[in-house]
T-cell receptor, first 112, second 115 residues
Framework: DQQVKQNSPSLSVQEGRISILNCDYT??????FLWYKKYPAEGPTFLIS?????DKNEDGRFTVFLNKSAKHLSLHIVPSQPGDSAVYFC???????????FGAGTTVTVRA | EAQVTQNPRYLITVTGKKLTVTCSQN?????MSWYRQDPGLGLRQIYY???????DKGDVPEGYKVSRKEKRNFPLILESPSPNQTSLYFC??????????????FGAGTRLSVL
């Protein structure tokens, strides 16, 4: 049973607009969350992370929001650029556990 | 350049023919892991290794073996591949230390087809 869920398989957004990717989790032991980005024929690369002691983390155009009570996190990309077109994976881990549990991924397409 | 290298990148084989996918990292990482990616399921962990000679099962270990005789290498072995092992495989590594900063570095992937 998947403990991390990304319910939107795909997202299409116009260049310059905001992309919002959502992720839900079920395991209350998860306390560290990451987003990975994957281009075709490449491995996933780390994008941004957030610890459960925070509710927001920003890095340039990327912001991750965490709502612990709802067991929900989201990734905002503002403004979206064509190079952001990729698959985005949400991942989570529990304290002192190196294992990452991944969602199924969301394919983002940024239209010019 | 810091990297995780997997070989081969693409492999087509037949049922029952033993194969090995190699993984090597040059970052002196203690932790290494294998994942498979399937449509609608994301990445699922097959096996992991906390250090040399220390390996353990992940979520989907059936039909796979691993070994960790050297710190830099973590090969994935399919003794008798079956069609349900057709998938995209990723090797990953991370430095031991604060598990909170659980950023893993991934190889480029191996696409395996078992006929």
């Amino acid at each position: 049973d998947q403990q991390v869920k990304q319910n939107s398989p795909s997202l299409s957004v116009q260049e310059g607009r905001i992309s919002i990717l959502n992720c839900d989790y079920t395991n209350s032991m998860f306390d560290y969350f990451l987003w990975y980005k994957k281009y075709p024929a490449e491995g996933p690369t780390f994008l941004i992370s957030i610890s459960s002691i925070k509710d927001k983390n920003e890095d340039g155009r990327f912001t991750v929001f965490l709502n612990k009570s709802a067991k929900h996190l989201s990734l905002h990309i503002v403004p979206s650029q064509p190079g952001d077109s990729a698959v985005y994976f949400c991942a989570a881990s529990a304290s002192n556990d190196y294992k990452l549990s991944f969602g199924a991924g969301t394919t983002v397409t940024v239209r010019a | 350049e810091a990297q995780v290298t997997q070989n081969p990148r693409y492999l087509i084989t037949v049922t029952g023919k033993k194969l090995t996918v190699t993984c090597s990292q040059n970052m002196n990482h203690e932790y290494m892991s294998w994942y498979r990616q399937d449509p609608g399921l994301g990445l699922r962990q097959i096996y992991y290794s906390m250090n040399v000679e220390v390996t353990d099962k992940g979520d989907v270990p059936e039909g796979y073996k691993v070994s960790r005789k050297e710190k830099r290498n973590f090969p994935l072995i399919l003794e008798s591949p079956s069609p349900n092992q057709t998938s995209l495989y990723f090797c990953a590594s991370k430095s031991a230390g604060t598990a909170k900063k659980n950023i893993q570095y991934f190889g480029a992937g191996t696409r395996l087809s078992v006929l």
